[in-house]
């Protein structure tokens, strides 16, 4: 009996198969880990994204003139909604908004909690992490520039009319009546010019050239005038011939048209006045008062 057990002491045989089964628990639980950490990530990711997302959107109610209050329940409905639709194995908390004092700043925060599987092996059922984001709305200094085609082909199929339109919303999205909650004054500058050499200023042009639409021109015309040279004895003409007649004339002529300006200010932001003023492109102009 002694010697059976002192075989027993000296048996070696199974070695691995135990040191497999007490590291099992830790192998798993490691394998479990990297596992649960690749989801945490995806899922971290897919939540900056949203939240992202709808900081931006946020800013987009701000610049429609939404309040504080009605901007926090867009962009919360916006992060459920997204959250949702992705069917991840996380929870989260109610998004956290705030808001900047004097800018247009939002500011968001999230915490959220990933299940995990393997890992609650050594204790942990779940991974937490936090995720945050900002936007600020605004456009700072612009200077846009608009090149219009008013060349021939526009004025087919409506072209001329499409355009015009279009321009006058340019103008009232960039300078808004009142101003803009988001620029001030100087903000935004936009200047306009035609493809073509001349552009029809209409009721501004005599703001920019000092010059009365409207013109006088005065001269001599003529026309052939049929007249009696012949009468009979009862008065009633005989014989009649043409002859040229010529006497002083008056016209009016409307015209808005310019031309760019030239001299020293004509690349500058110069308001028009003396030696500032814009060209017009008719000639008639030049020789009528």
Same mark, same amino acid.
């Given at each position: 009996m002694w010697k059976k057990l002192v075989s027993w002491k000296n048996d070696r045989e199974g070695n691995?198969?135990?040191m497999l089964a007490v590291s099992i628990v830790p192998i798993l639980a490691l394998v479990g880990m990297a596992v649960d950490l690749q989801n945490t990530n995806t899922s971290r990711s897919y939540v900056q994204y949203v939240i992202d997302s709808a900081v931006i959107a946020g800013s987009?109610? +701000?610049? /429609? &003139?939404?309040?504080?209050?009605?901007i926090e329940a867009y962009v919360d409905t916006y992060v459920d909604s997204a959250l949702a639709s992705k069917g991840l194995s996380i929870t989260c908390g109610q998004a956290q908004v705030s808001f900047a004092e004097g800018s247009q700043n939002i500011d968001m925060s999230i915490s959220c909690s990933q299940s995990t599987t393997l890992t609650a092996l050594i204790g942990y059922d779940h991974l937490d992490f936090t995720v945050s984001s900002g936007s600020t709305y605004g456009v700072g200094k612009?200077?846009?520039?608009?090149?219009?085609?008013?060349?021939g082909s526009m004025g087919q199929n409506g072209?001329?009319?499409?355009?015009?339109n279009a321009a006058q919303d340019a103008v009232d999205i960039l300078l808004p009546e009142g101003g803009s909650a988001i620029t001030e004054d100087g903000d935004v500058r936009l200047a306009m010019v035609s493809y073509?050499?001349? +552009?029809? /200023? &209409?009721?501004?042009?005599?703001?920019?050239?000092?010059?009365?639409?409207?013109?006088?021109?005065?001269?001599?015309?003529?026309?052939?005038v049929k007249v009696c040279t012949k009468y009979k004895k009862n008065g009633k003409c005989k014989k009649y011939e043409w002859q040229y007649q010529t006497g002083p004339s008056t016209s009016s002529t409307t015209n808005t048209c310019l031309k760019e300006r030239i001299g020293t200010q004509a690349f500058t932001d110069e308001d028009p006045g003396p030696n500032a003023w814009f060209t017009p492109a008719s000639v008639a102009y030049n020789n009528s008062s």
């Open positions: 691995l198969s135990i987009k109610e +701000m610049q /429609a &003139g939404k309040t504080k209050d009605e612009v200077d846009v520039a608009f090149v219009f085609d008013v060349s072209k001329m009319s499409a355009l015009k073509s050499s001349m +552009m029809n /200023a &209409g009721e501004y042009f005599e703001a920019v050239t000092n010059i009365n639409p409207t013109r006088t021109h005065t001269g001599t015309s003529g026309q052939w």
